[in-house]
């Protein structure tokens, strides 16, 4: 084996460096605690990249896998947070870039007849490394519920409604619990959404809503002021999308703070 030729290391002579090389949406097992149950079984989409000097021709793409299978059969949190570290010594390299991104299941009541329904949501973990540093960053994305305050005001019958997606990334002093942004986002619209609903439950969820009315500015700051009163929330950056019910276009805002 060792006479076998290694193209990968051979030199390239057209002088450019490349940001970031590897393998992307690998899908594995993922291992995951939660609030609630404990633990979570799901399944990620890995991509994993480190930077290459201007003077190497590749990388070794095999080395990728290798340190994604060695951690067993399941990833955990703490074996996703080594993985930049292990990338920088096996592929000799000053930058390392992990990301999974998973599907993240609550079992949530209705709030009415308490009918009981799984609904889900997506989840990224980004951790990133170079030399002595690593930085990780986990986003939540949350639908929900807003309501138009302009619609509520002017008209005589009703208000339009629509749902829409709240991207919300931080980077954090101590972890998390993903429940915990989860229901900061869900707290900050006209009302939060639900698996399964009976009558009486979309009666209070849609009154709940017209008693709530917030536009996607609202949305986006009422996020940040919870955001800047979380104690181990040190930087974050939210964005929300109306999918407009009533216009052929959708609202967008976004908020970015660094709190540190």
Sequence with gaps: MSS?????????????????????????????????QMTQHTVATVNMAVDLPHQYKGTHMSRFVEILHAHGRELTVASIAAMPTELLSRLHAKKAHVELRFPYFRSKLAPVTKAEGLLDYGVVFEVNAEADSIDFVVTVEVPVTTLCPCSKAISERGAHNQRGLVTFSVRFRQPIWIEDLIELIESSASSELYSVLKRPDEKAVTERAYDNPVFVEDLVRNIAVKAGEHPQIKWFRVEAVNYESIHNHNAWAVVERDLS
């Design 4 to 36: 076998l030729k290694d193209t990968q290391n051979e030199s390239d002579d057209r002088q450019i460096a490349i940001d970031r090389v590897g393998v992307k949406d690998v899908r594995f097992p993922l291992r995951i605690r939660d609030r609630d």
